[in-house]
């Protein structure tokens, strides 16, 4: 067993907690949050949404099948840091490469384990996230309780500009399949613009296996531009931070939805952008929605998807306009996942149809876009 240096974790409420430190040594900071997936470590780690964040694993044990450069939903992590009960120094799985822990130094991503994440989970469920500090250098709680009080809040941070693309790119690889990896596919039947406000990679992923050829644009990108391409849709991407502080979002959203006459899709992030584009207003929840195991009912089929999601903030369905109209909601809280506009091809969903590693329960959302796309095609 590793000797480990000493690490803390402090809380802006003052809380701290003593645990040992694990991925690469030194200090982050960040909203403090927790997710119940019991797999796919990788995936969440590189999430995009997670930026500006430290994540919790409420399952006890993480690592113990270790870590490869296939199994990324961006091109490194984001979270600000990682928060496990037991860190595994032993890994087995054919298509490890390295373990977790090496992948957080290669990384720089600092990590504290030992410590109750079950007593964590249950503050951060009960007092809602909190502004933290995981340091290993400095040891002194009382400094760290007044760093994490000195962090900006989540709401109003634009955290969009940090993780989007820099360059306009083309997408062709599908999902990953056995002993062909993710298998790149031409002759894509229709052009689909991506806006990247923090995309996951199984997105486009998902995109192309239902014949859409994704081009990803930066989040900046004018919709002019956007409509010079002529797209056959258009996507609207994931992504962290407060969607009201992006206000040039919004803005171009606005533009698309009036001037743009092809189907327009959106996850997560791109679902309350649309939303408060459409004139609606949202709000942060106390906990989020973050992990693998949501379930949310569609009101048109009366079927209950288990769904992925992380997201902290949330659409006000008291102030959705009439032109949309709700398509599915969480059995959860009874918050908003789904909306629909009444007389437009657009639809937005909260949660992750994509959900890497899974579950699959929700994939038919980009068989509907395809047909959507499809259908306006031929009129």
């Known amino acids: 067993m590793l000797k480990r240096k000493p690490a803390i974790l402090a809380l802006e409420d003052g809380t701290y907690y003593e645990g040992y430190s694990f991925g690469a040594e030194g200090e982050t900071s960040g909203e403090v949050v927790f997710t119940t997936s019991m797999t796919g470590y990788q ?20 690592g113990n099948v270790g870590a490869n450069e296939e199994d990324v939903e961006s091109n490194g992590p984001k979270a600000e ?14 298509r490890a490469e390295n373990s977790f822990e090496d992948y957080l130094k290669e990384y720089n991503i600092v990590g504290i384990c030992e410590i109750d994440t079950r007593e964590l989970t249950k503050k951060l469920r009960s007092v809602g996230t909190m502004r933290g500090v995981i340091s290993t250098v400095d040891l002194n709680p009382n400094s760290l309780i007044l760093k994490a009080r000195s962090i900006p809040k989540m709401e109003g941070l634009n955290l969009v500009d940090e993780v989007t693309c820099k360059e306009p790119y083309e997408w062709e690889a599908g999902t990953w399949k056995l002993n062909e990896g993710y298998p790149k596919k031409k002759n894509l039947k229709y052009s689909v613009v991506v806006l990247d406000f923090g995309i996951r990679y199984n997105i486009l992923r998902n995109l192309v296996d239902v014949g859409l050829k994704p081009i990803v644009v930066p989040a900046q990108t004018p919709p002019e531009e956007i409509l010079k391409l002529n797209p056959d849709g258009i996507f609207l991407s994931c992504g962290p931070g407060d969607p009201a502080a992006v206000t040039y979002a919004i803005e171009n959203i606005r533009y ?15 679902h309350q952008l649309t939303a408060l584009a459409m004139g609606a207003s949202t709000y942060k929840l106390k906990f989020g929605h973050r992990g693998a195991n949501q379930p949310v009912k569609n009101k048109k089929t009366g079927k209950v998807e288990i769904t992925a999601q992380n997201h902290g903030f949330a659409v006000d369905e008291s102030t959705i306009p009439d032109d949309l109209e709700v398509t599915h909601y969480s059995l959860n809280d009874g918050t908003v996942e789904g909306l629909k506009h009444k007389t437009k091809p657009l639809f937005t969903v909260q949660y992750h149809p994509e959900s890497s590693p899974g579950p699959h329960d929700s994939r038919y959302l980009f068989k509907e876009f395809e047909k959507l796309i499809s259908d306006y095609r031929g009129r």
């Open 43 to 62: 995936e969440i780690i590189t999430d995009p949404s997670f930026k500006g964040q430290i994540v919790t694993m409420t399952c006890p044990l993480i």
């Open 256 to 270: 698309l939805i009036a001037t743009y006459k092809k189907p327009i899709f959106g996850i997560c992030l791109g």
């Open 81 to 94: 840091g990682f928060i496990v009960k037991e860190i595994s120094e032993i890994y087995s799985n054919w």
